[in-house]
């Protein structure tokens, strides 16, 4: 089975640090992504990326970058964090096609203090 | 623009009782559709899909039918358990770059003993 490996089940920052979400996947898929999901507001993309060193903004990158030197992590990088970025983070991966469907992460909830 | 409409929950159920959670969605071009499973606690697992018109996904019980006429895709399942209550998300891929979901924004299913 595809395994999608988020370093952090749960991590508290402080406002201001610099934050990195670290996501590895073990069966070479070119796709990875970044969402983070909040109550009421449901999944939001905030990048993802379709090859080593591309990257695209989803609907809501303010305030984050990524990071992908290799085809098997994709970084997400807070790079001052907020109050307003408490939230869970989930990584997905998918291989080239729209059939096949996402393998997520079990995620990272962040509470920024 | 692209969309996922699905009924708001949460939906309580005694056990062994039939469950249908509605999925409507806009869609340009012919998107794949799916139902994603969240636990408490866990990222979303992929619980079934259909990547074409008419096309019946199936798994663990839980089936849905692509419905290109009513741009539907509803999850069912004759008799539910306890331990299927998770937060369930309707969501459709379309072959544009990258593969992007847009996800539903989730359905609480309650399952009482």
């Known amino acids: 089975d595809v395994k999608v490996t988020q370093s952090s089940r749960y991590l508290v920052k402080r406002t201001g640090e610099k934050v990195f979400l670290e996501c590895v996947q073990d069966m070479d898929h070119e796709n990875m992504f970044w969402y983070r999901q909040d109550p009421g507001l449901g999944l939001r993309l905030i990048y993802f990326?379709?090859?080593?060193?591309?990257?695209e903004k989803g609907d809501i990158p303010e305030g984050y970058s990524v990071s992908r030197e290799k085809k098997e992590r994709f970084s997400l990088i807070l790079e001052s964090a907020s109050t307003n970025q408490t939230s869970m983070y989930l990584c997905?991966?998918?291989?080239?096609?729209?059939?096949?469907?996402?393998?997520f992460g079990s995620g990272t909830r962040l509470t920024v203090v | 623009g692209n969309s996922v409409t699905q009924m708001e929950g949460p939906v309580t159920l005694s056990e062994e009782a039939f469950l249908t959670i509605n999925c409507t969605y806009t869609a340009t071009g012919y998107p794949s559709l799916f139902w994603y499973v969240q636990y408490p606690g866990e990222g979303l697992q992929l619980l079934l899909k259909?990547?074409?018109?008419?096309d019946k996904g199936s798994n663990k019980g839980f089936e849905a039918t692509y419905r290109k006429e009513t741009t539907s895709f509803h999850l069912e399942k004759g008799s539910v358990q306890v331990s299927d209550s998770a937060v369930y998300f309707c969501a459709l891929t379309l072959n544009t770059g990258g593969f992007k979901t847009i996800f539903g924004a989730g359905t609480r299913l309650f399952v009482k003993a």
């Open positions: 997905a991966s998918t291989s080239g096609g729209q059939v096949y469907g996402y393998t």
């Open positions: 990326s379709y090859d080593v060193k591309m990257k």
């Open positions: 259909a990547t074409k018109a008419d």
